[in-house]
């Protein structure tokens, strides 16, 4: 049981390149969530999802597209990266169908857009 | 709107003393549930501790207590006998029943635990 996983762990891209972020899954959770980590912003949400074929905006959502084509993973894509960019990316997880509200996270990815 | 107000943006505290932590929240819900998050150097967010707001009791998880204030929406936690390894970010959080899970998150609390 891997839990959260996060693709790749590091990344550079230039300003304007793309990359799509994998986050992948194996507890069946139905929620799945992009978060980005900036120093003293602590964590904000970009996009959600509440199910296979969902996908909702959070409080960040610009410059940035997701997909969930199957349950278990999230993509986070960034088709014209910026500097501002530049961040932490947290996924995390949670069940749907019980009442544990715990997320689980995967180890992030560090993204530096130059 | 729904906030979450960390106070401390850095503590201290020597090994095998005792730290608390603050937080605050604000919601117009009545049923929601807390929690801390540890974040270390390694980046790794850890689920220290959850409270459901409809329980009096405060959850304890060995050395992890909170002081859970439903009136005062006040969530603090305490850490007993603290050790080097509580070094780390520490987030407080909580999220309405039914609210999509969305968490709201406080900014942290920077604590350092020294020899």
């Known amino acids: 049981n891997a839990g959260v996983t996060q693709t790749p762990k590091f990344r550079v891209l230039k300003t304007g390149q793309s990359m799509t972020l994998l986050c992948a899954q194996d507890?069946?959770?139905?929620?799945m969530y992009w978060y980005r980590q900036d120093p003293g912003m602590g964590l904000r949400l970009i996009h959600y999802?509440?199910?296979?074929?969902?996908?909702a905006k959070g409080e960040v959502p610009d410059g940035y597209n997701v997909s969930r084509l199957k349950k278990q993973n999230f993509l986070l894509g960034l088709e014209s990266a910026a500097p501002s960019q530049t961040s932490v990316y947290f996924c995390?997880?949670?069940?749907?169908?019980?009442?544990?509200?715990?997320?689980?996270f995967g180890p992030g990815t560090r993204l530096t857009v130059t | 709107a729904q906030t979450v107000t960390q106070s401390q943006p850095e503590m201290s505290v020597q090994e095998a003393e005792t730290v608390t932590l603050s937080c605050t929240y604000d919601?117009?819900?009545?049923?929601?549930?807390l929690f801390w998050y540890k974040q270390p150097p390694s980046r790794q967010m850890i689920l220290v501790i959850r409270?459901?707001?409809?329980k009096q009791q405060n959850a304890t998880e060995n050395r992890f207590s909170v002081n859970f204030q439903k009136a005062a929406k006040s969530f603090s936690l305490k850490i007993s006998d603290s050790q080097l390894g509580d070094t780390a970010m520490y987030f407080c959080?909580?999220?309405?029943?039914?609210?999509?899970?969305?968490?709201?998150w406080g900014l942290g609390t920077s604590l350092a635990v020294n020899p």
């Open positions: 409270q459901e707001a409809y």
């Open positions: 507890m069946n959770h139905e929620y």
């Open positions: 995390a997880s949670t069940m749907g169908a019980t009442l544990s509200y715990e997320q689980y």
């Open positions: 919601t117009s819900e009545n049923n929601y549930y």
């Open positions: 999802s509440v199910g296979e074929g969902t996908t």
């Open positions: 959080a909580f999220i309405n029943a039914g609210n999509n899970r969305k968490l709201i």
